[in-house]
Nanobody, 115 residues
Framework: QVQLVESGGGLVQAGGSLRLSCVAS????????MDWYRQAPGKQRELIAR???????SYADSVKGRFTISRDNAKNTMYLQMNNLKPEDTAVYYC?????????WGKGTLVTVSS
């Protein structure tokens, strides 16, 4: 059974930093492209960063240059380093995996950025 567990969210002032983690189990982690999504209050869930199985990355324009996605295959863990946070980054952040035609999601971790 695939499980994704996020951690690292919290309250931070604008301009601050946080690092989110997503620990995966039940999959061959090193083979799996993975994503970070976020959902702000009243808005749709949006894809913000993606990392391929060999480490290629892509970002939404809204986070490019401030956020960095990475992975440690030995630890079955994906990370999102978030720098220069803005109030508009306030959202629940979700780890996502698509494998064999099935979407898997973590329960999310809340990031709140105060102005």
């Amino acid at each position: 059974q695939v499980q994704l567990v996020e951690s690292g969210g919290g309250l931070v002032q604008a301009g601050g930093s946080l690092r989110l983690s997503c620990v995966a189990s039940g999959i061959i982690f090193s083979f799996s492209p993975m994503d970070w999504y976020r959902q702000a209050p009243g808005k749709q869930r949006e894809l913000i960063a993606r990392i391929g199985s060999v480490g290629s990355t892509s970002y939404a324009d809204s986070v490019k240059g401030r956020f960095t996605i990475s992975r440690d295959n030995a630890k079955n863990t994906m990370y999102l380093q978030m720098n220069n946070l803005k109030p508009e980054d306030t959202a629940v952040y979700y780890c996502h995996l698509l494998t064999r035609g099935t979407d898997y999601w973590g329960k999310g971790t809340l990031v709140t950025v105060s102005s």
